[in-house]
């Protein structure tokens, strides 16, 4: 799925799709493999979960088979292996195929992204 909330990305638009998105919401970055069954089963989680935020987060999926200087400079162990970048900089990554709860507690955790209670006003 490529929308404008899910996209594709590699080493050579990577800066400007991720990082220097990050700066305005949080990028949420796959990097997975073709031959990786858990690569597979996390993605529709992925969609799932960032289609729900609405457009306050983003998801970047980089194919780490043809983008290997990406997956060294972030130096990833196993796929899928997923970072989330804020501000420019990596905030928090996890491995492995996930459930929804944790991929969702994930982005909270990491990134305090609720809304305002209406009692606050």
């Known amino acids: 799925m ?7 990305t590699n080493e050579s638009d990577f800066e ?7 700066r305005e919401r949080p990028v949420l970055v796959d990097f997975w493999a073709e031959w990786c069954p858990p690569c597979h089963a ?3 989680v992925l969609e799932r979960v960032t289609v729900s935020y609405r457009g306050d987060v983003l998801l970047a999926k980089v ?4 983008n290997m200087r990406l997956a060294g ?14 501000r420019g900089s990596e905030v ?3 491995s492995g195929a996930k459930p929804e709860p944790f ?8 990134l305090p992204l609720t ?7």
């Open 16 to 22: 400007l799709k991720v990082l220097e998105a990050s």
């Open 73 to 86: 400079r972030y130096q990833l162990r196993g796929f899928p292996t997923v970072i989330l970048f804020y």
């Open 63 to 66: 194919e780490a088979d043809e």
């Open 103 to 110: 991929v969702r507690d994930f982005i909270e955790d990491a």
């Open 42 to 44: 996390l993605t529709p």
């Open 92 to 94: 928090s990554r996890f």
């Open 2 to 8: 490529t929308t404008a909330l899910i996209f594709e």
């Open 115 to 121: 809304e305002p209670s209406l009692d606050e006003t």
